[in-house]
């Protein structure tokens, strides 16, 4: 029994391809990653983004295409626990680099699109030149668990019992009734049942801290209209650091850029997303 | 002959319905909009955002759904001048976002593909809370013009005489053989026939300038990978202006942020791009 062992990760993404509808993959959206009525959209997003390095690596032509290199979702209504279905069209196969659609659907409906480049992060030349710098945080001990959030938060965000997520003291204002006004949250991330970081992980940690938006006083949901994430590196094993931050909140609409850096310090993913202004 | 009168931008985007195949458009891509030995990737998007917007406000429940509001590009070929085709294909329709894809091909060759979320800016709300600010640029008769950059350059950019572009003297070190290493390239933009920006412009505006790894000694072009842009207003008539930076160079890729702000101080859109490092 593989799947007692499993972590809770690889179950949440876990697909099967469908025997007689090539490039289609189902699988079950688990209740555990609800946040605000609906399932949460980096998880979605690593869902797709499976499906399409499974489409990859099953043709010869584009078999060490594993790991997304850039990936878009657009989401178009809220998915629920349940059934997931996923279909993939592989736009392009290149000798570095294969491009790709997916569609997730439940009972007919489409609950996002994404159109994804994927290839071998490994095999990317080893030259850093960035001025991109960590976040300064203090130790994960020094930080502020989900145990310590309101509990009218973790009643909506079933998703919180599947991390170990600390924020940085700095910026959780909010949760006292005192957002900093600054539009940034940071912290550090893991999973709870200990599964090491990889390419697929970092898509649900693009969308994993609560809205920045909340540092902003606004608190709510925020629906996402897109997200990409671009994957710079495989992240090392150990915790990963988070930023989120919004500069421009005009319009009904924000943006979302987040940050993910590995235990080495590595700049493993930018992220950024347009989402709605909670009501 | 109304053509005559046409700016070179629309011209560069016209595009004809198909008669008999709904949801297919064509178009000429000129040999002005060249740089590098193919079409600049910015025009590209302009095309398939056009495209989607006949596309939408040709049905009548998403007629107001004119301009780009989120538009993702993966580029999967150089395009060259002639021909074009674009296919687009509506994935939702709702009340006040519709949502599509585009494929961009020239002779059965997809050149690029699109997913986009197409609205109305006009009748977003006004509310606007920016952390943002505008560049800080010299005024455009202080900054240097086109008609300054190198010959090689010129003769590789046929673009270049379709821009009144205005570069801060701060970030052309590069063109003088001494780049500054910031990884930034900031400017005045307009259109030399003094065509005043709309959405669909702020798409070419988005890849417009020299790629930022010029400002870290790398010469050459640098392929876009892929290219979002995010159109957070419609732009006031007048200049705009552009910043284009890097923070993350490494594994041989790298991120180009930039935003476009309007003559009223207004951040109209902003945009990132992965693209690989010139060789």
Redesign the interface.
């Known amino acids: 029994m593989t799947t007692a062992i499993r972590s809770e990760f690889d179950q949440g993404i876990a697909l099967t391809p469908h025997p007689d509808e090539p490039g289609r993959y189902d699988g079950e959206l688990g209740a555990g990653w609800q946040i605000g009525g609906g399932v949460n959209g980096g998880l979605l997003l690593a869902v797709a983004g499976h499906a399409l390095s499974l489409a990859h690596t099953a043709r010869p032509e584009s078999a060490g295409h594993t790991d997304p ?2 990936i ?1 979702g ?1 989401y ?2 809220a998915a629920t626990p349940g059934p997931v279905t996923v279909r993939t069209d592989v ?2 196969t290149g000798r570095k ?1 294969s ?1 790709g ?1 997916a ?1 997730l659907s439940q009972d007919g409906v ?1 609950r996002l ?5 994927h290839g071998d ?1 490994a095999a ?9 710098a960590p976040p300064q945080l203090p130790p994960p001990d020094q930080c502020v668990g989900v145990e310590h959030a309101p509990k009218e938060l973790i009643a909506q965000a079933a998703l919180l019992e599947r991390f170990d997520m600390r924020l940085d003291p700095a910026s959780i204002g909010w949760a006292l009734g005192q957002p900093s006004g ?2 940034r949250i940071q912290g550090w991330f893991r999973l709870a049942d200990g599964r090491e970081p990889d390419p697929l992980l970092l898509l649900l940690v693009a969308d994993a801290l609560p809205p920045v938006t909340f540092d ?1 006083g606004m608190p709510g949901w925020a629906p996402t ?2 997200l ?1 994430v ?1 994957l ?2 495989k992240p090392a094993p150990g915790w990963l650091r988070v930023v989120h931050a919004t ?7 924000f ?1 979302e850029d987040a940050e993910v850096w590995d235990e080495t310090g ?2 493993v993913a ?1 992220s ?1 997303q ?1 989402a709605r ?1 909670p009501r």
């Open positions: 290199v850039s878009s657009y178009l209504s736009v392009r680099l491009t659609t569609a489409e699109r994404v159109l994804a480049t992060l990317h030349d080893g030259e850093v030149r960035t001025t991109a600054s539009g902003l209209v897109e990409t671009h710079r590196a500069r421009n909140l005009a319009g009904g609409y943006e590595r700049l930018q950024r347009l202004v």
